[in-house]
Structures are given as C-alpha cells and as structure tokens.
C-alpha cells in the first residue's frame, strides 16, 4: 500500500476550491495531500470540497488529513464537502464518528452546499437528464483539451440543474501575463473563455471569450486557443449577451446529451474565430 497517489486541484467559478484525490491515502500519500489542503487553506480558500470517489485505499492517516482540513475550513468561516464511497466513509466514521465531516454522493451536490446553495428551489431544469448531461460535456470538453495536446487529468466539468461549468488547465502563458497560470474556462451562459490565474487567489483574469456560440466544435474552440496564447486578438473582451432564446438552456443540455450518446466524437457546426473586439453575437447557430 501507500504507492501512489493522484491529486489535482480546480477552482469552481462560484469561488469553490475542488480537490480530487485518487489511488491510495496512507502514511506514506497522505502528508502530500495534506501539503495540497494546508496550501488552499493559506490562500484563503476556505470553500473546499475533496472529491475523494477514485480513493482506493484509505487508513487512518487519511482520515486524519480530512479532519485536520474540516478544522482549517471551520477557523476561517468556511465549509469542507467531501465525496467518497462507502469504504472511505466507513473508515471515516470508525476513526472520527463524530467527526466534522459533511457527506455528498456527488461534486455537484457537495458544490452547493459549498457555495452555499443549502436550499435549491427546483428549477425548469430539475426534469432533464443530468447524467448524460455531464457525460456528453465531460466527452466534448476531454475533446478540447486532446486537441490542445493535453491529457484527460487536465480538464473538469460539473452540471446540475442550475448551471455547467468546465475548466481546462493550460500549458504556457498569456502575453502579458507571464507568470501565471492560464486556464479555459467554459459555462452555459457565456461559453468558453481564456484566462490567467491571479495572485491573489480570486477568480480568473479573462483575456477573452470566445463569442456567442456556446458550443462550437471542438477544433474551433482549440485555434482560438492557440490564437490568443500566440498574441494574436482574437474572441471578445466582454462576455456575450446570454442567449435570449426562451428555451436556450434546455437546448444546449439536448446538445450534449445527444453528444454523450453519439457513436461518434462530439460534433458541433464549424464556426469561424472572430477578431477581438466586438461586443456583440457574431454567430447565430445553435443556442443564440
């Protein structure tokens, strides 16, 4: 036991800090983890959810950094999320039964109750299928990051039955930002936009949105990558309109439903990069 571990960390857009934690959590795995954790702690990132679904092997150690973490969040007015399966939760709940720790079957789940959203009101949305929801965007995003040249590990997406969010962590930097960590972000309100990371720890520094097209295919979404890390002016600098269309939200969900069942790679109709600067839609296929 105890040799190997994966970790990464993602930062939600509604000021949430996601770690997934995979492999075994040991004497020997888990002061790396508790390194990760106490570094979110210092940076003032006290909404935490710790997605711990692809542990295979969880001791003491383990349980100790979770409640060591659950403190850490509590002393700086904060809250601590985790997912797990019933093993974790079972070694858990020996070790600590009156522990801290607040249980969530999902990240979306364990997302709200971060943010804060304790008391979801059923939305229009609550009826559709939110599995092959994720699964299609999770396909068209994993999509994106092949073509950037970057492995699965680097791209996260979440949907719920209020919103979907994606996020892709990026080699490289952006002119004029060096230095820091670049990242494309995607939600269902604005699409897809790129980014840097701010000192500070806050949200991300958007350089540019793509535009109005929420899903554009796949190789339009990586050349506008490319584009703007290269220095060229390519996207908007403001974020679109949303879609006015009465039922958009319902018909970007069918989008990638249909997308997660295809036999085929995720396909959306090809659109061309615009040149930075304009405010305003410049396509008007799919949802806009």
Same mark, same amino acid.
């Given at each position: 036991?105890?040799?190997?571990?994966?970790?990464?960390?993602?930062?939600?857009?509604?000021?949430?800090?996601?770690?997934?934690?995979?492999?075994?959590?040991?004497?020997?795995?888990?002061?790396?983890?508790?390194?990760?954790?106490?570094?979110?702690?210092?940076?003032?990132?006290?909404?935490?959810?710790?997605?711990?679904?692809?542990?295979?092997?969880?001791?003491?150690?383990g349980v100790e950094l979770l409640?060591?973490?659950?403190?850490? =969040?509590?002393?700086?007015? *904060?809250?601590?999320?985790?997912?797990?399966? %019933?093993?974790? !939760? +079972?070694? $858990?709940?020996? &070790? @600590?039964?009156?522990?801290?720790?607040?249980?969530?079957?999902?990240?979306?789940?364990?997302?709200?109750?971060?943010?804060?959203?304790?008391?979801?009101? =059923?939305?229009?949305?609550? *009826?559709?299928?939110?599995?092959?929801?994720? %699964?299609?965007? !999770? +396909?068209? $995003?994993?999509? &994106? @990051?092949?073509?950037?040249?970057?492995?699965?590990?680097?791209?996260?997406?979440?949907?719920?039955?209020?919103?979907?969010?994606?996020?892709?962590?990026?080699?490289?930097?952006?002119? *004029?930002?060096?230095?820091?960590?670049?990242?494309?972000?995607?939600?269902?309100?604005?699409?897809?936009a790129v980014g840097a990371e701010?000192?500070?720890?806050?949200?991300?520094?958007?350089?540019?949105?793509?535009?109005?097209?929420?899903?554009?295919?796949?190789?339009?979404?990586?050349?506008?990558?490319?584009?703007?890390?290269?220095?060229?002016?390519?996207?908007?600098?403001?974020?679109?309109?949303?879609?006015?269309?009465?039922?958009?939200?319902?018909?970007?969900?069918?989008?990638?439903?249909?997308?997660?069942?295809?036999?085929?790679?995720?396909?959306?109709?090809?659109?061309?990069?615009?040149?930075?600067?304009?405010?305003?839609?410049?396509?008007?296929?799919?949802?806009?």
């Amino acid at each position: 036991m105890g040799q190997h571990v994966r970790l990464r960390r993602t930062r939600h857009g509604r000021g949430v800090e996601i770690c997934e934690i995979g492999g075994e959590l040991d004497l020997l795995t888990a002061p790396i983890v508790r390194r990760e954790l106490d570094t979110a702690a210092d940076q003032g990132r006290h909404r935490l959810v710790i997605d711990m679904s692809a542990v295979e092997f969880c001791s003491v150690a383990g349980v100790e950094l979770l409640l060591r973490a659950a403190r850490r =969040a509590t002393d700086g007015d *904060g809250t601590i999320a985790v997912v797990a399966g %019933r093993q974790v !939760r +079972r070694v $858990v709940r020996l &070790v @600590a039964p009156d522990g801290p720790i607040v249980w969530f079957d999902s990240v979306c789940d364990a997302v709200h109750h971060a943010a804060g959203d304790r008391n979801l009101a =059923a939305s229009g949305l609550a *009826g559709i299928d939110l599995d092959s929801t994720q %699964r299609g965007l !999770r +396909r068209y $995003v994993e999509v &994106v @990051a092949a073509g950037l040249g970057l492995e699965a590990a680097a791209a996260w997406s979440d949907v719920d039955d209020r919103t979907a969010t994606a996020y892709i962590a990026l080699d490289g930097e952006l002119p *004029g930002m060096e230095g820091r960590e670049v990242a494309l972000v995607w939600d269902g309100r604005t699409g897809w936009a790129v980014g840097a990371e701010t000192h500070s720890g806050e949200d991300l520094v958007i350089r540019a949105w793509y535009g109005a097209e929420l899903l554009p295919e796949p190789d339009a979404v990586v050349r506008f990558v490319r584009e703007l890390t290269g220095g060229r002016p390519v996207g908007l600098d403001v974020p679109p309109e949303p879609s006015g269309h009465p039922h958009a939200a319902q018909i970007v969900r069918a989008r990638l439903q249909a997308a997660a069942w295809s036999d085929r790679e995720p396909h959306m109709p090809e659109v061309d990069v615009p040149e930075q600067g304009a405010a305003t839609p410049l396509w008007h296929e799919g949802v806009g």
